[in-house]
T-cell receptor
Framework: DAGVTQSPTHLIKTRGQQVTLRCSPK?????VSWYQQALGQGPQFIFQ???????QRGNFPDRFSGHQFPNYSSELNVNALLLGDSALYLC??????????FGQGTRLTVV | GESVGLHLPTLSVQEGDNSIINCAYS??????FIWYKQESGKGPQFIID?????DKRQGQRVTVLLNKTVKHLSLQIAATQPGDSAVYFC??????????????FGKGTLLTVNP
C-alpha cells in the first residue's frame, strides 16, 4: 500500500513564475491538506481539500490555490513566485477523524 | 503568533537514557494533539496522538502526557536510540465542527542521541 506520494521531489523556479505541485493521497483517504515548511520552522497550514472543494484555509495569499480531483489526488499552484516561497511543501492525507499521514514533500527553490 | 511552542529548541541525550520533549499550547479549544518525528529531508512521521479527554497515552517506547490545566504536552521516549535522532514537533488541532484537521505546529525540538 503506497503512502502519500508527492511530485516532483525538487524544483527550482525563477521569481514571477508559476509552479504546480502534485499529491496522491494514501489509499482510502479522501482529504488532502497542504503545508509549507520553511527551513528550521514547523509546517504551516495552507489549505485543505475534501470532495473537490477547499474546506479550510490558512493565512496564505490568493497566489496559493489548489485543486482536488475525483480520485482524491490534489494539486497546489503558486503564482507570481517570490523568493520567500522557497520551502518544503508537504501534503498530508486523512479520512474522517483518522490521523494524517504526510508525504516526503517537494523542495521548492525560488531564485 | 503560533499557539504551539516548545520549551527547548535542542535536546542532547546519551543512548539508553530516557528523553522528554515538552510543548506548550495556548488554545484551550484544541481537542487533539499529535507528535511527529521529522528526519532530515523527509516528511513528518506520526509517532503518537492523544485526544483532549485523555491525560496519558502509551505506545511502543513512547508516552504522551497531556496537562490541560497548564496547557502542556510532553513526549517521553524510553531507552533512546541513535535512530531517534530527529526534529520532533507537537501539533494541535481545533475541531471547527467538521471532520479532519487543520494542524498548528510548533517550531520543533532537535533531539540528538549520543552513542
Amino acid at each position: 500500500d503506497a503512502g502519500v506520494t508527492q511530485s516532483p521531489t525538487h524544483l527550482i523556479k525563477t521569481r514571477g513564475q508559476q509552479v504546480t505541485l502534485r499529491c496522491s493521497p494514501k489509499s482510502g483517504h479522501d482529504t488532502v491538506s497542504w503545508y509549507q515548511q520553511a527551513l528550521g520552522q514547523g509546517p504551516q497550514f495552507i489549505f485543505q481539500y475534501y470532495e473537490e472543494e477547499e474546506r479550510q484555509r490558512g493565512n496564505f495569499p490568493d497566489r496559493f490555490s489548489g485543486h482536488q480531483f475525483p480520485n482524491y489526488s490534489s494539486e497546489l499552484n503558486v503564482n507570481a513566485l517570490l523568493l520567500g516561497d522557497s520551502a518544503l511543501y508537504l501534503c498530508a492525507s486523512s479520512s474522517g477523524f483518522g490521523r494524517a499521514f504526510f508525504g516526503q514533500g517537494t523542495r521548492l527553490t525560488v531564485v | 503568533g503560533e499557539s504551539v511552542g516548545l520549551h527547548l529548541p535542542t535536546l542532547s541525550v546519551q543512548e539508553g537514557d530516557n528523553s522528554i520533549i515538552n510543548c506548550a499550547y495556548s488554545n484551550s479549544a484544541s481537542d487533539y494533539f499529535i507528535w511527529y518525528k521529522q528526519e532530515s529531508g523527509k516528511g513528518p512521521q506520526f509517532i503518537i496522538d492523544i485526544r483532549s479527554n485523555m491525560d496519558k497515552r502509551q505506545g511502543q517506547r513512547v508516552t504522551v502526557l497531556l496537562n490541560k490545566t497548564v496547557k502542556h504536552l510532553s513526549l517521553q521516549i524510553a531507552a533512546t536510540q541513535p535512530g531517534d535522532s530527529a526534529v520532533y514537533f507537537c501539533a494541535e488541532n481545533i475541531n471547527s465542527g467538521g471532520s479532519n484537521y487543520k494542524l498548528t505546529f510548533g517550531k520543533g525540538t532537535l533531539l540528538t542521541v549520543n552513542p
